[in-house]
DNA sequence: TTCATTTTTTAGACCTGTCTAAAAATTTGT
DNA sequence: ACAAATTTTTAGACAGGTCTAAAAAATGAA
Protein backbone atom coordinates (compact mmCIF):
# COMPACT_ATOMS: atom_id res chain seq x y z
CA UNK A 1 0.00 0.00 0.00
CA UNK A 2 2.99 2.30 0.15
CA UNK A 3 2.78 4.86 -2.71
CA UNK A 4 5.92 5.64 -4.34
CA UNK A 5 5.14 9.15 -6.56
CA UNK A 6 4.87 7.48 -9.84
CA UNK A 7 7.79 8.35 -12.35
CA UNK A 8 7.42 10.79 -15.44
CA UNK A 9 7.36 7.83 -17.38
CA UNK A 10 4.96 5.48 -15.78
CA UNK A 11 2.65 8.54 -15.86
CA UNK A 12 3.48 8.52 -20.08
CA UNK A 13 2.09 5.11 -20.07
CA UNK A 14 -0.82 5.30 -18.48
CA UNK A 15 -2.10 8.36 -19.96
CA UNK A 16 -1.56 6.70 -23.65
CA UNK A 17 -3.10 3.44 -22.42
CA UNK A 18 -6.43 5.53 -21.20
CA UNK A 19 -6.14 6.86 -24.45
CA UNK A 20 -5.91 3.84 -26.28
CA UNK A 21 -8.73 2.29 -24.21
CA UNK A 22 -10.66 5.18 -25.01
CA UNK A 23 -10.18 5.12 -28.98
CA UNK A 24 -10.45 1.48 -29.31
CA UNK A 25 -13.14 0.51 -27.24
CA UNK A 26 -12.32 -2.90 -26.65
CA UNK A 27 -12.15 -5.25 -23.86
CA UNK A 28 -8.02 -4.62 -23.82
CA UNK A 29 -5.45 -2.82 -24.99
CA UNK A 30 -2.50 -3.86 -27.69
CA UNK A 31 0.50 -3.59 -27.05
CA UNK A 32 1.81 -2.52 -30.55
CA UNK A 33 -1.28 0.22 -29.94
CA UNK A 34 0.93 1.66 -26.76
CA UNK A 35 3.77 1.50 -28.57
CA UNK A 36 2.83 3.02 -31.40
CA UNK A 37 1.37 5.44 -29.71
CA UNK A 38 4.19 6.41 -27.35
CA UNK A 39 6.66 5.89 -30.39
CA UNK A 40 8.28 3.31 -28.92
CA UNK A 41 9.39 -0.81 -29.42
CA UNK A 42 6.38 -3.20 -28.12
CA UNK A 43 9.46 -4.80 -25.96
CA UNK A 44 9.91 -1.82 -24.06
CA UNK A 45 5.96 -1.43 -23.74
CA UNK A 46 5.65 -5.11 -22.07
CA UNK A 47 8.53 -4.56 -19.64
CA UNK A 48 6.65 -1.26 -18.29
CA UNK A 49 3.46 -3.09 -18.40
CA UNK A 50 4.88 -5.93 -16.22
CA UNK A 51 6.09 -2.92 -13.74
CA UNK A 52 2.45 -1.20 -13.79
CA UNK A 53 0.80 -4.73 -13.21
CA UNK A 54 2.34 -5.33 -9.83
CA UNK A 55 1.62 -1.60 -9.06
CA UNK A 56 -2.31 -2.45 -9.76
CA UNK A 57 -2.40 0.45 -12.16
CA UNK A 58 -3.25 -1.95 -15.02
CA UNK A 59 -4.79 -5.83 -15.50
CA UNK A 60 -2.17 -7.50 -17.55
CA UNK A 61 -2.56 -10.94 -19.25
CA UNK A 62 0.31 -12.14 -21.29
CA UNK A 63 -0.61 -12.31 -25.50
CA UNK A 64 -3.97 -10.95 -24.43
CA UNK A 65 -3.50 -7.31 -23.34
CA UNK A 66 -3.69 -4.58 -21.15
CA UNK A 67 -6.29 -2.35 -18.87
CA UNK A 68 -6.25 0.20 -16.34
CA UNK A 69 -7.45 -0.72 -13.30
CA UNK A 70 -9.85 2.05 -11.24
CA UNK A 71 -6.54 2.73 -9.47
CA UNK A 72 -5.11 3.63 -13.07
CA UNK A 73 -8.04 5.04 -14.31
CA UNK A 74 -8.22 7.61 -11.52
CA UNK A 75 -4.24 8.32 -12.00
CA UNK A 76 -5.03 8.42 -16.23
CA UNK A 77 -7.53 10.97 -15.25
CA UNK A 78 -5.66 13.11 -12.61
CA UNK A 79 -3.13 13.58 -15.14
CA UNK A 80 -5.46 14.83 -17.80
CA UNK A 81 -7.23 17.18 -15.74
CA UNK A 82 -3.57 18.84 -14.55
CA UNK A 83 -3.03 18.76 -18.31
CA UNK A 84 -5.95 20.82 -19.36
CA UNK A 85 -5.93 22.58 -16.15
CA UNK A 86 -2.96 24.17 -17.60
CA UNK A 87 -3.51 24.45 -21.18
CA UNK A 88 -6.45 26.77 -19.58
CA UNK A 89 -3.69 28.95 -17.74
CA UNK A 90 -1.33 28.73 -21.12
CA UNK A 91 -4.25 30.48 -23.32
CA UNK A 92 -6.19 32.50 -20.97
CA UNK A 93 -3.68 33.98 -18.73
CA UNK A 94 -0.16 33.36 -20.77
CA UNK A 95 -2.03 34.19 -24.57
CA UNK A 96 -0.70 31.28 -25.95
CA UNK A 97 -2.27 30.47 -28.93
CA UNK A 98 -4.42 26.95 -29.15
CA UNK A 99 -1.81 24.96 -31.17
CA UNK A 100 1.05 26.26 -29.19
CA UNK A 101 0.05 24.83 -25.79
CA UNK A 102 0.06 20.57 -25.90
CA UNK A 103 3.76 20.31 -25.94
CA UNK A 104 4.15 22.37 -22.82
CA UNK A 105 1.48 21.27 -20.96
CA UNK A 106 3.08 17.69 -21.31
CA UNK A 107 5.54 18.87 -19.19
CA UNK A 108 3.52 20.35 -16.54
CA UNK A 109 1.25 17.41 -16.51
CA UNK A 110 3.52 15.43 -14.16
CA UNK A 111 4.60 18.11 -11.89
CA UNK A 112 3.24 16.75 -8.14
CA UNK A 113 1.03 18.84 -6.43
CA UNK A 114 -2.39 18.46 -5.17
CA UNK A 115 -2.32 22.16 -3.69
CA UNK A 116 -0.88 23.82 -6.75
CA UNK A 117 -3.79 21.83 -8.91
CA UNK A 118 -6.13 22.94 -6.30
CA UNK A 119 -5.32 26.89 -6.26
CA UNK A 120 -4.28 26.84 -10.15
CA UNK A 121 -8.05 25.66 -10.68
CA UNK A 122 -9.55 28.26 -7.90
CA UNK A 123 -7.92 31.01 -9.80
CA UNK A 124 -8.67 30.00 -13.41
CA UNK A 125 -12.14 30.40 -12.08
CA UNK A 126 -13.30 26.17 -12.10
CA UNK A 127 -13.07 26.04 -15.90
CA UNK A 128 -14.92 23.10 -16.97
CA UNK A 129 -13.11 22.96 -20.73
CA UNK A 130 -10.01 23.19 -22.00
CA UNK A 131 -9.20 25.48 -24.75
CA UNK A 132 -9.81 22.96 -27.28
CA UNK A 133 -12.82 22.20 -25.97
CA UNK A 134 -11.96 18.86 -23.75
CA UNK A 135 -13.94 18.48 -20.41
CA UNK A 136 -11.56 18.66 -17.55
CA UNK A 137 -11.94 16.29 -15.11
CA UNK A 138 -13.15 17.60 -11.41
CA UNK A 139 -10.87 16.04 -8.82
CA UNK A 140 -12.90 13.04 -8.36
CA UNK A 141 -12.54 11.88 -12.17
CA UNK A 142 -15.98 13.49 -13.03
CA UNK A 143 -16.19 15.31 -16.28
CA UNK A 144 -19.63 16.76 -17.92
CA UNK A 145 -19.84 15.73 -20.85
CA UNK A 146 -21.16 18.26 -23.94
CA UNK A 147 -23.43 17.20 -26.05
CA UNK A 148 -21.58 18.19 -28.93
CA UNK A 149 -21.85 16.44 -32.28
CA UNK A 150 -19.50 16.86 -35.28
CA UNK A 151 -20.91 19.37 -37.46
CA UNK A 152 -20.89 16.83 -41.02
CA UNK A 153 -23.98 15.24 -38.56
CA UNK A 154 -26.23 18.04 -38.87
CA UNK A 155 -28.53 19.19 -41.78
CA UNK A 156 -29.17 22.16 -43.99
CA UNK A 157 -29.95 25.34 -42.47
CA UNK A 158 -28.82 24.05 -38.85
CA UNK A 159 -26.92 25.93 -36.83
CA UNK A 160 -24.67 25.15 -34.09
CA UNK A 161 -21.86 26.53 -31.73
CA UNK A 162 -18.69 25.56 -32.27
CA UNK A 163 -17.60 23.78 -28.83
CA UNK A 164 -14.78 21.28 -29.84
CA UNK A 165 -12.45 19.43 -32.04
CA UNK A 166 -11.88 16.01 -32.67
CA UNK A 167 -8.54 16.79 -34.42
CA UNK A 168 -6.14 18.18 -32.30
CA UNK A 169 -3.24 18.48 -34.87
CA UNK A 170 -1.59 22.12 -34.72
CA UNK A 171 -1.55 22.47 -38.02
CA UNK A 172 -5.53 21.92 -38.47
CA UNK A 173 -6.31 23.94 -35.50
CA UNK A 174 -3.99 26.62 -37.36
CA UNK A 175 -6.46 26.28 -40.01
CA UNK A 176 -9.57 26.89 -37.98
CA UNK A 177 -7.88 30.06 -36.77
CA UNK A 178 -6.77 31.01 -40.52
CA UNK A 179 -11.26 31.30 -40.67
CA UNK A 180 -11.68 32.94 -37.57
CA UNK A 181 -13.22 30.12 -36.46
CA UNK A 182 -13.02 30.21 -32.67
CA UNK A 183 -14.48 28.53 -29.62
CA UNK A 184 -18.25 30.07 -29.19
CA UNK A 185 -18.70 30.81 -32.84
CA UNK A 186 -22.29 30.36 -34.37
CA UNK A 187 -21.96 27.98 -37.33
CA UNK A 188 -24.95 28.42 -39.42
CA UNK A 189 -25.14 25.30 -42.50
CA UNK A 190 -26.10 27.43 -45.50
CA UNK A 191 -26.16 23.99 -47.82
CA UNK A 192 -24.77 20.49 -47.74
CA UNK A 193 -23.23 18.74 -51.03
CA UNK A 194 -25.85 16.03 -51.56
CA UNK A 195 -23.49 14.10 -53.35
CA UNK A 196 -19.88 13.87 -51.13
CA UNK A 197 -21.68 15.75 -48.02
CA UNK A 198 -19.69 18.76 -48.07
CA UNK A 199 -21.20 22.01 -46.25
CA UNK A 200 -20.81 25.49 -47.00
CA UNK A 201 -21.46 27.17 -43.75
CA UNK A 202 -21.43 30.77 -42.17
CA UNK A 203 -19.62 31.91 -39.28
CA UNK A 204 -21.33 34.11 -36.90
CA UNK A 205 -23.26 35.42 -39.42
CA UNK A 206 -20.52 37.13 -40.93
CA UNK A 207 -18.26 35.18 -43.74
CA UNK A 208 -18.83 31.65 -45.69
CA UNK A 209 -16.38 28.94 -45.78
CA UNK A 210 -16.58 25.65 -47.56
CA UNK A 211 -15.85 22.16 -45.54
CA UNK A 212 -14.97 19.32 -46.99
CA UNK A 213 -16.74 16.18 -44.95
CA UNK A 214 -12.95 15.17 -43.36
CA UNK A 215 -12.78 18.50 -42.10
CA UNK A 216 -16.33 18.76 -40.67
CA UNK A 217 -16.15 15.69 -39.17
CA UNK A 218 -13.70 17.45 -36.86
CA UNK A 219 -15.67 20.07 -35.68
CA UNK A 220 -17.63 20.02 -32.86
CA UNK A 221 -20.69 21.95 -32.76
CA UNK A 222 -23.79 21.78 -29.87
CA UNK A 223 -26.69 22.09 -32.16
CA UNK A 224 -29.05 25.04 -31.66
CA UNK A 225 -32.63 24.55 -32.22
CA UNK A 226 -35.22 27.13 -32.67
CA UNK A 227 -35.07 30.46 -34.77
CA UNK B 1 28.27 21.54 -30.20
CA UNK B 2 24.95 19.28 -30.41
CA UNK B 3 22.92 20.35 -27.32
CA UNK B 4 21.18 17.73 -25.79
CA UNK B 5 18.43 19.14 -23.55
CA UNK B 6 20.12 18.94 -19.67
CA UNK B 7 18.18 15.99 -17.49
CA UNK B 8 16.57 17.11 -14.43
CA UNK B 9 19.37 15.60 -12.61
CA UNK B 10 22.07 17.67 -14.71
CA UNK B 11 20.06 20.93 -13.94
CA UNK B 12 20.04 19.94 -10.23
CA UNK B 13 23.72 19.33 -10.03
CA UNK B 14 24.74 22.66 -11.90
CA UNK B 15 22.54 24.76 -9.34
CA UNK B 16 24.17 22.96 -6.84
CA UNK B 17 27.52 24.14 -8.08
CA UNK B 18 26.63 27.44 -8.26
CA UNK B 19 24.98 27.75 -5.15
CA UNK B 20 28.41 26.00 -3.20
CA UNK B 21 30.23 28.07 -5.48
CA UNK B 22 28.13 31.39 -4.36
CA UNK B 23 28.18 30.55 -0.80
CA UNK B 24 32.03 29.28 -0.18
CA UNK B 25 33.84 31.73 -2.62
CA UNK B 26 36.62 29.53 -3.54
CA UNK B 27 38.77 28.72 -6.49
CA UNK B 28 36.83 25.41 -6.74
CA UNK B 29 34.29 23.30 -5.27
CA UNK B 30 34.59 20.22 -3.20
CA UNK B 31 33.20 16.92 -4.19
CA UNK B 32 32.15 16.52 -0.53
CA UNK B 33 30.43 19.65 -0.44
CA UNK B 34 27.87 19.18 -3.74
CA UNK B 35 27.44 15.81 -2.33
CA UNK B 36 26.13 17.87 1.14
CA UNK B 37 23.92 19.53 -0.65
CA UNK B 38 22.36 17.32 -3.25
CA UNK B 39 22.31 14.52 -0.48
CA UNK B 40 24.00 12.49 -2.04
CA UNK B 41 27.49 10.36 -2.21
CA UNK B 42 30.70 11.41 -2.87
CA UNK B 43 31.18 9.14 -5.49
CA UNK B 44 27.98 9.57 -7.40
CA UNK B 45 29.06 13.31 -7.45
CA UNK B 46 32.15 12.33 -9.32
CA UNK B 47 30.59 10.22 -11.78
CA UNK B 48 28.10 13.56 -12.68
CA UNK B 49 31.19 15.81 -12.90
CA UNK B 50 32.89 13.99 -15.02
CA UNK B 51 29.97 13.96 -17.46
CA UNK B 52 29.21 17.69 -16.83
CA UNK B 53 33.24 18.15 -17.76
CA UNK B 54 32.54 16.49 -21.18
CA UNK B 55 29.94 18.90 -21.68
CA UNK B 56 31.99 21.81 -21.10
CA UNK B 57 29.54 22.65 -18.33
CA UNK B 58 32.23 22.55 -15.71
CA UNK B 59 36.12 22.37 -15.56
CA UNK B 60 37.53 19.59 -13.88
CA UNK B 61 40.55 18.74 -12.18
CA UNK B 62 40.93 15.46 -10.33
CA UNK B 63 41.30 15.55 -6.57
CA UNK B 64 41.19 19.85 -7.03
CA UNK B 65 37.68 20.48 -7.69
CA UNK B 66 35.44 21.83 -9.99
CA UNK B 67 34.23 24.97 -11.52
CA UNK B 68 31.26 26.32 -13.67
CA UNK B 69 32.40 27.33 -16.84
CA UNK B 70 30.65 30.72 -18.29
CA UNK B 71 28.33 28.21 -20.06
CA UNK B 72 27.67 26.63 -16.86
CA UNK B 73 26.88 29.72 -15.23
CA UNK B 74 24.75 30.84 -18.05
CA UNK B 75 22.48 27.33 -17.30
CA UNK B 76 22.61 27.96 -13.82
CA UNK B 77 20.94 31.28 -13.98
CA UNK B 78 18.93 30.37 -16.35
CA UNK B 79 17.05 28.09 -13.77
CA UNK B 80 17.32 30.31 -10.75
CA UNK B 81 15.63 32.91 -13.00
CA UNK B 82 12.66 30.14 -13.79
CA UNK B 83 12.62 28.89 -10.16
CA UNK B 84 12.28 32.56 -8.49
CA UNK B 85 9.57 33.86 -11.53
CA UNK B 86 7.72 30.28 -10.67
CA UNK B 87 8.04 31.52 -6.95
CA UNK B 88 6.46 35.05 -7.70
CA UNK B 89 4.02 33.65 -9.29
CA UNK B 90 2.44 31.13 -6.66
CA UNK B 91 3.02 34.03 -4.22
CA UNK B 92 1.56 36.98 -5.98
CA UNK B 93 -0.98 34.90 -8.47
CA UNK B 94 -2.22 31.42 -6.49
CA UNK B 95 -1.73 33.00 -2.47
CA UNK B 96 0.63 30.76 -1.50
CA UNK B 97 2.89 31.25 1.33
CA UNK B 98 6.46 32.27 0.93
CA UNK B 99 7.17 29.21 2.88
CA UNK B 100 5.50 26.86 0.38
CA UNK B 101 6.73 27.41 -2.22
CA UNK B 102 10.34 25.90 -2.81
CA UNK B 103 9.82 22.55 -3.30
CA UNK B 104 7.19 23.30 -6.01
CA UNK B 105 8.88 25.89 -7.86
CA UNK B 106 12.11 23.26 -7.26
CA UNK B 107 9.73 21.17 -10.14
CA UNK B 108 8.67 24.13 -11.92
CA UNK B 109 12.42 25.19 -12.78
CA UNK B 110 12.96 21.94 -14.91
CA UNK B 111 10.10 22.52 -17.67
CA UNK B 112 11.79 23.42 -20.39
CA UNK B 113 10.38 26.59 -23.09
CA UNK B 114 11.79 29.79 -23.36
CA UNK B 115 8.65 31.31 -24.51
CA UNK B 116 6.67 29.95 -21.28
CA UNK B 117 9.29 32.06 -19.41
CA UNK B 118 9.07 34.63 -21.45
CA UNK B 119 5.62 35.17 -21.39
CA UNK B 120 5.14 34.42 -17.50
CA UNK B 121 8.00 37.34 -16.76
CA UNK B 122 5.26 39.16 -18.71
CA UNK B 123 2.71 37.80 -16.89
CA UNK B 124 4.12 38.73 -13.31
CA UNK B 125 4.91 42.46 -14.53
CA UNK B 126 8.86 41.48 -15.02
CA UNK B 127 9.58 41.14 -11.07
CA UNK B 128 12.80 41.70 -10.28
CA UNK B 129 13.05 39.86 -6.65
CA UNK B 130 11.36 36.74 -5.84
CA UNK B 131 8.74 36.26 -2.82
CA UNK B 132 11.91 36.14 -0.61
CA UNK B 133 13.55 39.03 -2.04
CA UNK B 134 16.38 37.05 -3.90
CA UNK B 135 16.87 38.73 -7.36
CA UNK B 136 15.48 37.75 -10.52
CA UNK B 137 18.30 37.32 -13.43
CA UNK B 138 16.95 38.80 -16.35
CA UNK B 139 17.10 36.33 -19.28
CA UNK B 140 21.23 37.57 -20.10
CA UNK B 141 21.55 36.43 -16.40
CA UNK B 142 22.10 40.10 -15.28
CA UNK B 143 20.61 40.87 -11.97
CA UNK B 144 19.83 43.91 -10.01
CA UNK B 145 21.85 43.79 -6.60
CA UNK B 146 20.12 45.53 -4.05
CA UNK B 147 21.89 47.39 -0.99
CA UNK B 148 20.54 45.45 1.20
CA UNK B 149 22.31 44.47 4.88
CA UNK B 150 21.46 41.78 7.84
CA UNK B 151 19.68 43.73 10.53
CA UNK B 152 23.02 43.19 12.74
CA UNK B 153 25.12 45.44 11.18
CA UNK B 154 23.03 48.77 11.42
CA UNK B 155 23.57 50.49 15.21
CA UNK B 156 20.42 51.75 17.29
CA UNK B 157 17.63 54.09 15.83
CA UNK B 158 18.63 53.63 12.27
CA UNK B 159 15.83 52.15 10.28
CA UNK B 160 15.89 50.25 6.96
CA UNK B 161 13.30 48.24 4.66
CA UNK B 162 12.73 44.40 5.13
CA UNK B 163 13.54 43.45 1.40
CA UNK B 164 15.45 39.99 1.99
CA UNK B 165 16.05 36.72 4.05
CA UNK B 166 19.40 34.78 4.84
CA UNK B 167 17.90 31.66 5.89
CA UNK B 168 15.10 30.03 3.38
CA UNK B 169 13.98 27.33 5.86
CA UNK B 170 9.97 27.26 6.18
CA UNK B 171 10.45 27.76 10.03
CA UNK B 172 12.53 31.15 10.08
CA UNK B 173 9.89 32.10 7.29
CA UNK B 174 7.32 30.82 9.14
CA UNK B 175 8.67 32.65 12.33
CA UNK B 176 8.56 36.21 10.52
CA UNK B 177 5.55 35.33 9.47
CA UNK B 178 3.94 35.12 13.07
CA UNK B 179 5.40 38.66 13.82
CA UNK B 180 3.56 40.33 10.82
CA UNK B 181 6.99 41.18 9.44
CA UNK B 182 6.95 40.67 5.49
CA UNK B 183 8.81 42.03 3.14
CA UNK B 184 8.32 45.89 2.65
CA UNK B 185 7.87 46.33 6.29
CA UNK B 186 9.92 48.92 8.34
CA UNK B 187 12.16 47.99 10.74
CA UNK B 188 13.64 50.45 13.39
CA UNK B 189 16.06 49.36 15.75
CA UNK B 190 15.23 50.49 19.61
CA UNK B 191 18.17 49.41 20.80
CA UNK B 192 21.05 47.15 20.54
CA UNK B 193 22.33 45.25 23.80
CA UNK B 194 26.22 45.92 24.42
CA UNK B 195 27.13 42.83 25.23
CA UNK B 196 25.55 40.12 22.95
CA UNK B 197 24.34 42.41 20.16
CA UNK B 198 20.81 41.26 20.42
CA UNK B 199 18.17 43.87 19.86
CA UNK B 200 14.93 45.36 20.41
CA UNK B 201 12.97 46.54 16.72
CA UNK B 202 9.65 48.70 16.25
CA UNK B 203 8.13 47.07 12.86
CA UNK B 204 5.98 49.17 10.86
CA UNK B 205 5.97 51.70 13.75
CA UNK B 206 3.04 49.60 15.75
CA UNK B 207 4.62 46.51 17.38
CA UNK B 208 8.32 46.10 19.26
CA UNK B 209 10.18 42.57 18.61
CA UNK B 210 13.48 41.34 19.81
CA UNK B 211 16.24 39.75 18.08
CA UNK B 212 19.03 37.50 19.09
CA UNK B 213 22.09 38.07 16.55
CA UNK B 214 21.74 35.12 14.71
CA UNK B 215 18.34 36.03 13.69
CA UNK B 216 18.98 39.60 13.06
CA UNK B 217 21.76 38.45 10.78
CA UNK B 218 19.23 36.75 8.48
CA UNK B 219 16.91 39.86 8.20
CA UNK B 220 17.97 41.84 5.62
CA UNK B 221 17.53 45.12 5.36
CA UNK B 222 17.86 48.47 2.97
CA UNK B 223 18.67 51.12 5.58
CA UNK B 224 17.08 54.68 5.48
CA UNK B 225 19.00 57.33 6.14
CA UNK B 226 17.52 60.77 7.17
CA UNK B 227 13.81 60.80 8.80
C1' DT C 1 -6.57 -27.58 -40.10
C1' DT C 2 -2.29 -26.51 -40.85
C1' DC C 3 1.14 -23.35 -42.46
C1' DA C 4 2.37 -18.48 -42.88
C1' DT C 5 1.98 -14.06 -40.95
C1' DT C 6 1.52 -10.99 -37.29
C1' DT C 7 1.76 -9.84 -32.54
C1' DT C 8 3.80 -10.27 -28.25
C1' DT C 9 7.20 -11.73 -25.11
C1' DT C 10 11.85 -13.10 -23.69
C1' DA C 11 16.77 -12.61 -23.63
C1' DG C 12 20.59 -9.95 -23.58
C1' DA C 13 22.64 -5.52 -23.97
C1' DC C 14 23.29 -0.47 -23.07
C1' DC C 15 22.99 4.17 -20.67
C1' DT C 16 21.95 7.13 -16.74
C1' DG C 17 22.11 7.76 -12.16
C1' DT C 18 22.72 5.73 -8.06
C1' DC C 19 25.07 2.89 -4.33
C1' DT C 20 29.04 0.53 -1.34
C1' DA C 21 33.64 -0.82 -0.61
C1' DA C 22 38.18 -0.16 -1.43
C1' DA C 23 42.14 2.35 -3.33
C1' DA C 24 44.56 6.64 -4.16
C1' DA C 25 45.64 11.33 -3.35
C1' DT C 26 45.67 15.20 -0.37
C1' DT C 27 45.76 17.50 3.96
C1' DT C 28 46.92 17.82 8.75
C1' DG C 29 49.01 17.27 13.37
C1' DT C 30 52.84 16.78 15.81
C1' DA D 1 58.40 15.45 7.36
C1' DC D 2 55.79 11.52 8.16
C1' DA D 3 52.03 8.99 9.89
C1' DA D 4 47.16 9.54 10.46
C1' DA D 5 42.97 11.34 9.07
C1' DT D 6 40.27 13.07 5.48
C1' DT D 7 38.82 13.66 0.86
C1' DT D 8 38.25 12.01 -3.60
C1' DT D 9 38.28 8.64 -7.08
C1' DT D 10 37.87 3.96 -8.95
C1' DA D 11 35.67 -0.43 -9.34
C1' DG D 12 31.85 -3.11 -9.43
C1' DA D 13 26.98 -3.58 -8.77
C1' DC D 14 22.06 -2.51 -9.41
C1' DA D 15 17.47 -0.42 -10.98
C1' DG D 16 14.76 2.06 -14.45
C1' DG D 17 13.97 2.60 -19.03
C1' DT D 18 15.36 1.73 -23.44
C1' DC D 19 16.93 -1.06 -27.61
C1' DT D 20 17.58 -5.30 -31.07
C1' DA D 21 17.22 -10.01 -32.20
C1' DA D 22 15.12 -14.15 -31.54
C1' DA D 23 11.50 -17.18 -29.63
C1' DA D 24 6.70 -18.07 -28.57
C1' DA D 25 1.89 -17.46 -29.01
C1' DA D 26 -2.09 -16.01 -31.53
C1' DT D 27 -4.35 -15.11 -35.84
C1' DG D 28 -5.73 -15.90 -40.44
C1' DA D 29 -6.01 -17.95 -45.09
C1' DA D 30 -6.32 -21.57 -48.08
Known sequence: ?????????????????????ELTRAEAVAT????????TQPATVTDMIKRLAEKKIVTYKKYYGVRLTAKGEKIAL???????????????????KWDEVHVI???????????????????LGHPKFDPHGDAIPDKHGNMSHSNAV?????????????????????????????????LGATIYIESVNAYDASCKVKINNTHSEFFSPQIASCILVKPLYGK
Open 150 to 182: PLNTMGKKQSGVFCGVANHEDRFLQYLDSLDLH
Open 105 to 123: AEQLEHIHSDELIARLDDF
Open 32 to 39: NDIAERLQ
Open 1 to 21: MENTPLSHTEQNYIKAIFKVQ
Open 78 to 96: DIIRKHRLWEVFLVSKLHF
